[in-house]
């Protein structure tokens, strides 16, 4: 086949543009040599051993051309080694090259010096970081030089040590994709829209980092809503996730969590704000109704979990006791209703 047929056979068979063919394909002298048989031998094996689909291969073209080239055994070989050295299973290995094609480019050196830099520079385990390749992989992909720096920039801009620069990694890894600029202006904007000191951010950042990622107007509308329900800003700094929670539905699973225990309580518990307002009450009208209430803990079992429990789907279950305006108008009127009996019970304590 001569080079013009095989341009036109990626073209027609991966929908790659001529530009780029023109700008990754042409460094790539051996796919000339390829014919089209060649090229669907490939994408059968990569197909076959990655469990990709036509559209997944299409994009490991598209972004390394090399992978047409590759022999098969060399990429089974590199496979097993990664699955053996970061303990991961063949299925998170799929996952992560559909996710990061490249990196199924990169040799075993490279992964080997990726994952003794990580250890040596923030003493992680070796199963530290194997965890990190299963969440971050891309991190394998970055120069160890820029790395390295933008470590030290994290360090200066929450002063932090190195035990606690370790646990932001170990729980956001994505941080070293992002520009240290951005992240001190985030983390400026976060302290100034929370109120908080230098302490409370730098706490706020350790235990949760992913912080860093939120845009702007979505932190603004997070804060709106912790101050429409009075959250103090002593539970925001120690129970930092609660900001991950969605904010066009926050109040109201605020709200339906205080009708359901009764008082704040719930806020000790953690992790409610995380569970669809709609499953809850569904879950919640469901087992009131058939006297079965004996936990809420219930509430917030997995659907299999409470599947196997109580005998009933969630699905069905939503279809029964749908969170409408009529429940919605409920909930409010008790929400403040409950609010009012609390507040005269403290002023009786007092």
């Given at each position: 086949?001569?080079?013009?047929?095989?341009?036109?056979?990626?073209?027609?068979?991966?929908?790659?543009?001529?530009?780029?063919?023109?700008?990754?394909?042409?460094?790539?002298?051996?796919l000339?040599?390829?014919?089209?048989?060649?090229?669907?031998?490939?994408?059968k094996?990569?197909?076959?051993?990655?469990?990709?689909?036509?559209?997944?291969?299409?994009?490991?073209?598209?972004?390394?051309?090399?992978?047409l080239?590759?022999?098969?055994e060399t990429?089974?070989?590199?496979?097993?080694?990664?699955?053996?050295?970061?303990?991961?299973?063949?299925?998170?290995?799929?996952?992560?090259?559909?996710?990061?094609?490249?990196?199924?480019?990169?040799?075993?050196?490279?992964?080997?010096?990726?994952?003794?830099?990580?250890?040596?520079t923030?003493?992680?385990s070796?199963?530290?970081?194997?965890?990190?390749?299963?969440?971050?992989?891309?991190?394998?992909?970055?120069?160890?030089?820029?790395?390295?720096?933008?470590?030290?920039?994290?360090?200066?801009?929450?002063?932090?040590?190195?035990?606690?620069?370790?646990?932001?990694?170990?729980?956001?890894?994505?941080?070293?994709?992002?520009?240290?600029?951005?992240?001190?202006?985030?983390?400026?904007?976060i302290?100034?829209?929370?109120?908080?000191?230098?302490?409370e951010?730098?706490?706020?950042?350790?235990?949760?980092?992913?912080?860093?990622?939120?845009?702007?107007?979505g932190?603004?509308?997070?804060?709106?809503?912790?101050?429409?329900?009075?959250?103090?800003?002593n539970?925001?700094?120690?129970?930092?996730?609660?900001?991950a929670?969605?904010?066009?539905?926050?109040?109201?699973?605020?709200?339906?969590?205080?009708?359901?225990?009764g008082?704040?309580?719930?806020?000790?518990?953690?992790?409610?704000?995380?569970?669809?307002?709609?499953?809850?009450?569904?879950?919640?009208?469901?087992?009131?109704?058939?006297?079965?209430?004996?936990?809420?803990s219930k509430?917030?079992?997995?659907?299999?979990?409470?599947?196997?429990?109580?005998?009933?789907?969630?699905?069905?279950?939503?279809?029964?006791?749908?969170?409408?305006?009529?429940?919605?108008?409920?909930?409010?009127?008790?929400?403040?209703?409950?609010?009012k009996?609390?507040?005269?019970?403290?002023?009786?304590?007092?």
């Open positions: 086949m001569r080079n013009m047929d095989i341009n036109i056979f990626l073209m027609k068979r991966y929908g790659i543009s001529a530009e780029v063919i023109k700008n990754k394909f042409t460094s790539f002298d051996r000339y040599y390829l014919d089209e048989n060649a090229v669907l031998e490939k994408e094996f990569y197909c076959d051993y990655f469990n990709l689909s036509p559209k997944d291969f299409a994009k490991f073209v598209k972004e390394i051309p090399g992978v080239v590759l022999n098969p990429v089974i070989n590199k496979s097993e080694y990664l699955m053996k050295e970061f303990n991961v299973s063949h299925e998170d290995l799929c996952k992560i090259f559909r996710a990061e094609p490249k990196l199924i480019s990169l040799n075993q050196n490279n992964f080997l010096s990726k994952a003794e830099f990580l250890m040596n923030l003493k992680l070796k199963k530290d970081v194997g965890i990190i390749f299963r969440n971050y992989a891309k991190i394998f992909s970055f120069d160890i030089d820029n790395m390295n720096g933008k470590l030290e920039k994290l360090q200066e801009i929450f002063d932090l040590n190195k035990d606690e620069l370790k646990q932001v990694i170990n729980r956001f890894p994505n941080l070293l994709a992002q520009n240290m600029s951005s992240i001190k202006e985030k983390a400026m904007f302290k100034q829209t929370f109120d908080l000191s230098y302490e951010l730098k706490e706020m950042t350790i235990n949760y980092p992913t912080i860093l990622s939120f845009t702007e107007a932190l603004v509308e997070k804060k709106q809503n912790f101050d429409t329900v009075n959250i103090d800003k539970f925001i700094v120690k129970n930092p996730r609660i900001i929670s969605p904010a066009n539905t926050f109040v109201l699973r605020y709200k339906l969590n205080y009708v359901i225990f008082d704040d309580s719930f806020l000790k518990r953690g992790g409610q704000f995380l569970f669809s307002e709609k499953k809850v009450w569904a879950r919640y009208a469901y087992l009131k109704e058939n006297n079965r209430l004996t936990s809420l509430l917030f079992f997995s659907d299999k979990q409470f599947e196997k429990r109580e005998g009933v789907d969630s699905e069905r279950l939503l279809n029964k006791y749908p969170l409408n305006e009529k429940v919605i108008n409920y909930i409010e009127q008790r929400y403040t209703a409950l609010q009996e609390n507040t005269k019970s403290d002023e009786v304590s007092i």
